[in-house]
């Protein structure tokens, strides 16, 4: 089918007010992040599995080694109360929390970066944050708001390409490596 030469910056700049308008955290994907939240909350454990390798199987098509995600004014990265870990002011998304069952929780997300000091085997050391963010974060107290960049890094002993899912705690750990890190304008 054909659209008339006038319609195609309609239809892009629709497009486009589409994906600006969403509600999810960074670009973190919510539908396998609303499953992994129904895993954790549902007493059939074969029925937990199936939407936890469903889960899986969407954040590996939407988390690869080498997506960048950016902080913005809306999503900040924030000093967790882990060891070399990041989380997101944005989430959850009031979107994702709407959207959970009764009884459900949605899974804390985490970003956690590497350096020589801290680090897990299977981790390269082309990957690990360099030096500057590093002692930034370290000097930083827990809560600590940051603007930055932050670089999916793949884990080869990970339940995903760049991720783990700790099923007890209910927690989603992304490894990345931090590209860009700076106190946030208050």
């Known amino acids: 089918m054909r659209y008339p ?19 999810h955290a960074c670009g973190l994907p919510e539908e396998p992040l609303l499953l992994l939240a129904e895993a954790a909350a549902d007493p059939c454990s074969i029925c937990a599995d199936q939407k936890k390798k469903k889960a899986f199987a969407m954040l590996n098509e939407r988390l690869a080694p080498g997506l960048e995600i950016d902080s913005s004014d809306a999503c900040r ?6 060891e070399n870990a990041l989380h997101l002011t944005c989430y959850p998304s009031d979107a994702l929390v709407d959207s959970l ?8 997300v985490v ?28 000097s930083s107290p827990e809560g600590a708001v940051f603007d930055g960049r932050i670089r999916l890094i793949g884990y080869k002993y990970g339940d995903g390409a760049v991720f783990n ?16 890190l700076k106190p946030a304008d208050p």
Request: glycine residues 6%; proline residues 8%.
């Open 77 to 82: 990265l924030v000093k967790a109360d882990r």
């Open 165 to 180: 899912y700790f099923p007890q705690a209910n927690r989603l750990q992304i490894h990345c490596t931090v590209s860009r």
């Open 5 to 23: 030469a006038h319609a195609l910056p309609v239809v892009a700049a629709l497009f486009l007010a589409t994906a600006v308008s969403t509600p």
């Open 101 to 108: 069952s009764e009884g459900a929780e949605p899974p804390q």
């Open 111 to 138: 970003f956690t970066f590497h350096t020589p000091q801290h680090k897990l085997v299977g981790i390269s050391e082309g990957d690990y944050t360099g030096r500057e963010a590093a002692d930034l974060y370290l």
